[in-house]
Each structure stands twice: as structure tokens, then as C-alpha cells.
């Protein structure tokens, strides 16, 4: 029996205040990198790229989430099931369901591996604060939708 092809799982991590926020919380964007596209969630729903060709640029870090026997085909079934459900673009919210909540389900899916608590704790740890409490309303009417992706079901760009 041959064995299974494994598939390299990264998790692209950008911090969109580019170190303006670090004296507060770093303001992080994250996608997951597998079968050679980048695929990320917000206001627009799911969208994928060539890794690393948002106009967000190269991300700031990466991180090895592990590898997965999960082949593209399945994959992309199990996106488009997502983008129907859990992460349709009008479910976007940028406390409670956003990018790093779409890169952590991704993750578990593909490798039964979290991505890293200090990204996933960062929305809770902001509200902890009176100032996270008094932007709260404002923040919430934040829709972040990283420019140039494609809408999975039209890859890169097709109609």
C-alpha cells in the first residue's frame, strides 16, 4: 500500500497596523496556505490568492501548522460547505467571527492543530480593556475584507 501525499499547511500571519498598534494589541490578519493557494475569510466571504498576492503583501510571519492528507478536491468541497454556512460573508464579525476564527477552523480541519492562542485570544484580551469596551460599537461596524482575492468557486479571478 502506498503511502498517503501530504500536503504542507501554513498559516499566514499579518499584522495590519504594520507595529502602529504593538504598544497596544497588534491588529493580525491570518489565511492558510495549502494545495499553492492562500485562502482567507472576511466581509467578502472566502476568498483565496496566490500565496502571499493580497495587496496586503508578503505576510509578516509564518507559521507551520503541520501537513494533511486532505486532498484540494475535498478541500475546496469543504470550503464551499463553509461559505455556506459558518463563514457567509454577511456572518463576518470582526470580534467573533473573522479571519483568525476561519484560519482556526481551517487548521483543525486540515491537521486537528489550533492555530497559536496569541492570535485567537487577541479579540478577547481587547475587550477585556474599558478602552476595547468603548470602541466596541465602532469596531463592530468594521467589515475588513483583504483586496485582491477571489471568491472561492471562481479561482483566482475566473468567472
Given at each position: 500500500m502506498e503511502p498517503?501525499?501530504?500536503?504542507?499547511?501554513?498559516l499566514y500571519v499579518y499584522d495590519l497596523s504594520k507595529?502602529?498598534?504593538?504598544?497596544?494589541?497588534?491588529?493580525?490578519?491570518?489565511?492558510?496556505?495549502?494545495?499553492?493557494?492562500e485562502f482567507f475569510f472576511g466581509s467578502g466571504g472566502i476568498s483565496s490568492c496566490p500565496p502571499g498576492r493580497t495587496l496586503l503583501g508578503p505576510p509578516d510571519s509564518v507559521v507551520d501548522v503541520g501537513s494533511t492528507e486532505v486532498t484540494e478536491e475535498i478541500?475546496?468541497?469543504?470550503?464551499?460547505?463553509?461559505?455556506?454556512?459558518?463563514?457567509?460573508?454577511?456572518?463576518?464579525?470582526?470580534?467573533e467571527n473573522n479571519c483568525n476564527t476561519f484560519s482556526n477552523e481551517v487548521a483543525q480541519f486540515l491537521t486537528g492543530r489550533k492555530i497559536p492562542s496569541?492570535?485567537?485570544?487577541?479579540?478577547?484580551e481587547i475587550l477585556s480593556t474599558p478602552f476595547g469596551?468603548?470602541?466596541?460599537?465602532?469596531?463592530?461596524?468594521?467589515?475588513?475584507?483583504?483586496?485582491?482575492?477571489?471568491?472561492v468557486g471562481r479561482p483566482n479571478g475566473q468567472s
Amino acid at each position: 500500500m502506498e503511502p498517503p501525499n501530504l500536503y504542507p499547511v501554513k498559516l499566514y500571519v499579518y499584522d495590519l497596523s504594520k507595529g502602529l498598534a504593538r504598544r497596544l494589541s497588534p491588529i493580525m490578519h491570518t489565511s492558510i496556505v495549502v494545495h499553492k493557494d492562500e485562502f482567507f475569510f472576511g466581509s467578502g466571504g472566502i476568498s483565496s490568492c496566490p500565496p502571499g498576492r493580497t495587496l496586503l503583501g508578503p505576510p509578516d510571519s509564518v507559521v507551520d501548522v503541520g501537513s494533511t492528507e486532505v486532498t484540494e478536491e475535498i478541500f475546496l468541497e469543504y470550503l464551499s460547505s463553509l461559505g455556506e454556512s459558518l463563514f457567509r460573508s454577511e456572518a463576518y464579525n470582526i470580534f467573533e467571527n473573522n479571519c483568525n476564527t476561519f484560519s482556526n477552523e481551517v487548521a483543525q480541519f486540515l491537521t486537528g492543530r489550533k492555530i497559536p492562542s496569541y492570535i485567537t485570544d487577541l479579540p478577547s484580551e481587547i475587550l477585556s480593556t474599558p478602552f476595547g469596551q468603548a470602541l466596541r460599537p465602532f469596531l463592530d461596524s468594521i467589515a475588513i475584507q483583504p483586496p485582491g482575492g477571489s471568491p472561492v468557486g471562481r479561482p483566482n479571478g475566473q468567472s
